[in-house]
């Protein structure tokens, strides 16, 4: 099936067959594995790859995790102003057209991203326009203030789109979809994010990569099975249930 295919029944329908393996889940990363598969499968037709992502504590991380997201902030002159609980946007779920694409531990370049400050943020075109497409204010990343984010996104519903992944630009000209090998070599046209945010302040989000174009009202079809999947995780929300490691 396709993505353009999708009704507000047809998105229902994936919750109904998803939610008892959900419930069954022990660990988050579980929950949010099976949550990308079955969005992979069932459109096939369109996705490339589906990837789930939770904000965890820098030293909540496992320590294969840590490892990557220091290296990463000391690539860019950060790793002084990386704390113990920065907020790291971490890869929980992925399932793709590729078999090493579904195992997050497999993932080379998107195991964790920290949420250092504004100005680290605002450095990677893709992040910062997913932010602030569902409704975080960069400045968010200065303070990590969890009541200002739970204000912000408790019942919103902000959908990150973008309509052309190979020309796609922000306001300096920059791609949004910095992976463009990565576009051109799997003919990504349009990509879409959902997200929520759990009582505790930490922040689910789901992000699919597409070979086909769509309008926006369509991926918004989408954004109740954010919704429904963080309502049925909640419990499994916090560094002790992330991770099944």
């Known amino acids: 099936m396709r993505i353009a295919e999708a009704t ?3 998105v229902s329908d994936l919750w109904t067959q998803l939610k008892p393996r959900v419930e069954n889940s022990q660990y988050l ?10 969005l992979h499968r069932q459109f096939d037709e369109s996705v490339v790859i589906a990837r789930v992502f939770v904000t965890v504590r820098f030293d909540a991380l496992p320590e ?15 790793a002084e102003d990386l704390k113990p609980a920065t ?47 569902l409704g975080v204010p960069l400045d968010w990343a200065d303070s990590h203030d ?7 996104l ?3 519903q902000g959908l990150f789109f973008v309509e052309d992944a190979g020309q796609a630009t922000d306001q300096e000209g920059r791609k949004i979809i910095a992976a463009q090998d990565f576009v051109s070599s799997y003919d990504v046209k349009s990509v879409f994010g959902t997200g929520g945010v759990y009582p505790d302040g930490q922040m ?16 918004e079809h989408f ?10 995780t909640t419990s499994l929300a916090g560094s002790a249930a992330v991770f099944a490691e």
């Open 8 to 10: 507000a029944s047809t």
């Open 29 to 38: 990363e579980k929950a949010a594995q099976e949550l990308a598969s079955a």
């Open 64 to 78: 294969s995790n840590r490892e990557f997201v220091l290296k990463l902030a000391q690539s860019a002159g950060a």
């Open 87 to 133: 907020p790291v946007l971490s890869l929980i779920g992925s399932h793709g057209q590729e078999e090493d694409w579904n195992d997050r531990r497999k993932s080379k370049g998107h195991v964790g991203i920290p949420l250092i400050s504004s100005s680290f943020v605002g450095a990677i075109p893709m992040i910062s326009r997913l932010l602030q497409e």
């Open 146 to 152: 969890t009541e200002i984010i739970v204000q912000t």
């Open 154 to 156: 408790d019942g919103t």
């Open 204 to 219: 689910i989000v789901v992000v699919v990569f597409c070979r086909d174009s769509f309008a926006k009202s369509e991926a």
């Open 223 to 232: 954004l109740a099975l954010t919704q429904s999947f963080k309502g049925e």
